[in-house]
């Protein structure tokens, strides 16, 4: 079964600097998905990034980034120029591409505290 | 509608009564998800609906849980007898077929006493 370990229970980072949320997974799967959701106090989970197993390079939306490095099963979020409004709780998750299942799978969570 | 549609957003009910929870997908979306998420721990998987198949009921965590879909849109979670430990945020979510574009609701926040 796969598993997802979000070993940062908290996390903190000043204003407009540069933090990285650590993510590893395990699977003996090949072809899989990879998120990080954002949670903030309304609960509602939005997605920041997502990332295609297949792919090498890494995904990148704005500020957003992640390292993705598929051998060693890591998947890390780096928040650069961090923003008050990123403050949330952060998940990674994992979907199996193979279509048997589309379940999400999470990580436990880190929450991000930003500093002003 | 335009997002997914979560009630009550908050529900508190005594030990040993009764609950359901409602989820309104997305308009459209064949696929609808039931999470569970702790107070400290990730979201957990319930139960996953896709069209006319049967339900994906492997994360279900005991006989007390239920969920129905009807006409291939609104879901109930039913919770019956309900325990303390049931206390948790309940959320929904829908995606386009197996698509990986997946919409949460808001969740309903479960508190038993």
């Known amino acids: 079964a796969q598993t997802v370990t979000q070993s940062q229970p908290e996390m903190s980072v000043q204003e407009a600097e540069t933090v990285t949320l650590s993510c590893t997974y395990d699977t003996s799967e090949s072809d899989y998905y990879l998120f990080w959701y954002k949670q903030p106090p309304s609960r509602q989970m939005i997605l920041v990034i997502r990332q295609e197993a297949y792919k090498q390079q890494n995904a990148t939306e704005n500020r957003f980034s992640v390292n993705f490095q598929k051998a060693a099963k890591s998947f890390s979020l780096k928040i650069s120029d961090s923003q008050l409004g990123d403050a949330a709780m952060y998940f990674c998750?994992?979907?199996?591409?193979?279509?048997?299942?589309?379940?999400?799978?999470f990580g436990t969570g880190t929450l991000l505290a930003v500093q002003p | 509608g335009a997002g997914v549609s979560q009630s009550p957003s908050n529900k508190v009910t005594e030990k040993g009564k009764d609950v359901e929870l409602r989820c309104d997908p997305i308009?459209?979306?064949?696929?609808l998800y039931w999470y569970r998420q702790s107070l400290g721990q990730g979201l957990e998987f319930l139960i996953y609906f896709q069209g006319n198949s049967a339900p994906d009921k492997s994360g279900l965590p005991s006989d007390r849980f239920s969920a129905e879909r009807t006409g291939g849109s609104v879901s109930t979670l039913t919770i019956q007898r309900t325990q303390q430990e049931d206390s948790a945020v309940y959320l929904c979510?829908?995606?386009?077929?197996?698509?990986?574009?997946?919409?949460f609701g808001s969740g309903t926040r479960l508190t038993v006493v």
């Open positions: 979510a829908s995606s386009l077929g197996g698509g990986i574009g997946y919409t």
């Open positions: 308009s459209g979306h064949t696929a």
């Open positions: 998750a994992y979907r199996s591409a193979s279509g048997a299942t589309n379940k999400l799978i």
